[in-house]
């Protein structure tokens, strides 16, 4: 079966435009996770959807940050505009969730983005 | 609330060397443990998990126990491999907030031949 898929794999960017990451979860997960690694500040989760629905986005960054999940199999993690201090590594991660906390998450390989 | 302490890495072992990566966790309730690995260019895997205390997780010949009574999970191999050099992740879930993580800060294994 598939993993996790992210797209694209690397980007570069200029500051203040605007970017837009891309992930498809494991078939049949209907939970997805979007998260920021940096050296400074580890993992972060940044937001998650349960069955398409955002549930937590406490960890979004501030406004220039928005994500959307407008199916079971598709989501889009969009930031404008874009700064020099937004590059990063940005995972998403898929979970088969109705409330159970043993379940795995699956992570994609994730998106480099630099912004320039 | 809830978070995670691992120890600071980096950490080099040579081949065939004995591996504890110490893991400890505050929670409220009783969260489900896991341990995650990140290769170079990847995302994590899953490595191993407990779900309740004494449980005992095991994979790829990593091991890690939950000890409600340290609140520890620590992860231990007997014998480390030039492939096992990695990041690696402790995390916990579920102690009140369902199927969100929360991570350590992750220790770098490097293992030289």
């Known amino acids: 079966d598939a993993g996790v898929i992210q797209s694209p794999r690397h980007e570069v960017t200029e500051m203040g435009q605007e970017v837009t990451l891309r992930c498809k979860p494991i078939s049949g997960h209907n939970s997805l996770f979007w998260y920021r690694q940096t050296m400074m500040r580890g993992l972060e989760l940044l937001i998650y959807f349960n069955n398409n629905v955002p549930i937590d986005d406490s960890g979004m960054p501030e406004d220039r940050f928005s994500a959307k999940m407008p199916n079971a199999s598709f989501s889009t993690l969009k930031i404008q505009p874009s700064e020099p201090r937004d590059s990063a590594v940005y995972f998403c991660?898929?979970?088969w969730g109705q409330g159970m906390s043993n379940q795995p998450q699956h992570f994609g390989d994730g998106t480099r983005l630099s912004i320039l | 609330g809830n978070s995670v302490t691992q120890m600071e890495g980096p950490v080099t072992l040579s081949e065939e060397a004995f591996l504890t990566i110490n893991c400890t966790y505050t929670a409220t309730g009783y969260p489900s443990l896991f341990w995650y690995v990140q290769y170079p260019g990847e995302g994590l895997q899953l490595l191993l998990k407990a779900t309740k205390a004494d449980d005992k997780g095991s994979n790829k010949g990593f091991e890690a126990t939950y000890r409600k009574e340290t609140t520890s999970f620590h992860l231990e191999k007997g014998s480390v491999q030039v492939s096992d050099s990695a990041v690696y992740f402790c995390?916990?879930?579920?102690?009140?907030?369902?199927?969100?993580?929360?991570f350590g800060k992750g220790t770098k294994l490097t293992v030289n031949p």
């Open positions: 991660a898929s979970s």
């Open positions: 995390a916990l879930s579920g102690a009140g907030s369902t199927e969100k993580l929360v």
